[in-house]
């Protein structure tokens, strides 16, 4: 059950397109002086260092993040770089070289840490974080200590599909909940569909950001169906985007077994979401393929509906 660490992953194209999402969404709803409660239900560690053991032996971020910083670095001179940079990407980097300081990428910040520094102590926004992981829960705290937040961040060892109820409906009526678990069992998709139709009947003007992979498995291409007739059962309008970087052709040789390309797609689903969102991706998704694919397979879909 405890199999998945997200170090593996940190830095990935799935991370890319999670995170830059995110902070776009947060960007929106941090507009209004009116608090904003945030729940990330697998917070995982907070904070990875990209050159761990873990982001070693998976090798994710140099496809994702470290692609990403390469190509669109100030100093980058290659055909490839984007002059033009679609603001979400802009909006990511910046955030992501925060953590960076020295200017080379050492450290990739999870959701915790990314929402955290979009917040607002001033209007008291809050941020409650679940991680259920025994490992992975302990250097979450640790790490959140370090930020010295006070109460405005609080971390607990609970199954967080369970521990979000009791913080919907926030008493300031607004919130955005991060559902993100590691999909490592079956049962995940249908936690993730039963939490979702219980959020929406607790809270349905929230903001519910769903990240899902793409893989060969028919409970991974129901989600995303399933998210979208909860969303229309309670009249809510709903955004979905998915990033596949494609096959690296070079990493199969024909007539040899298949060397395993790990994951190559992923999705992401928002109900309530900021009405600027679309176009903001509309120009940052074809970047993004542009730069971070690699072969056959790659692509990027949008999509919108409901109220």
Known sequence: MFSYRHAF????????????????ILRHLTQKDTALLVVD?????????????????????ATGVVKLFAALAPANTSETAIKDIAPL????????????PGGQLKVYPGSPFIVQRVLRPQARDKLKLFELHPTDSKVLAANVAQLGAGRQVTVAREDGFEGVKAFLPPPS???????????????????????????????ATGA?????????????????????????????????????????EQRNVPGEPDQGQGLTASGMFVINPPHSLKAGLAAALPQLLQILGRGRGQGQTLESGGA
């Open 89 to 100: 990407i802009q909006d990511y980097l910046e955030t992501v070289a925060e953590f960076n």
């Open 41 to 61: 239900t697998h917070a995982g560690a907070g904070l990875y260092r990209l050159d761990s053991e873990f982001a070693d032996t998976s090798g994710e971020a």
């Open 9 to 24: 992953h940190a830095g990935s194209h799935a991370d890319v397109l999670k995170h830059m999402m995110l902070i776009g």
């Open 173 to 203: 009526r607004r919130a955005l909940v991060l559902i993100d678990p590691s999909y490592e069992i079956k049962s995940d998709y249908q936690k993730v569909s039963t939490c979702l139709q219980d959020s929406l009947k607790r809270f």
């Open 208 to 248: 519910y950001v769903i990240w899902y992979p793409i893989i060969p498995r028919a409970e991974a291409h129901e989600l995303p169906r399933r998210l979208k007739t909860l969303a229309t059962q309670a009249r809510r309008p709903w955004l979905h985007a998915t990033l596949s970087i494609g096959q690296d």
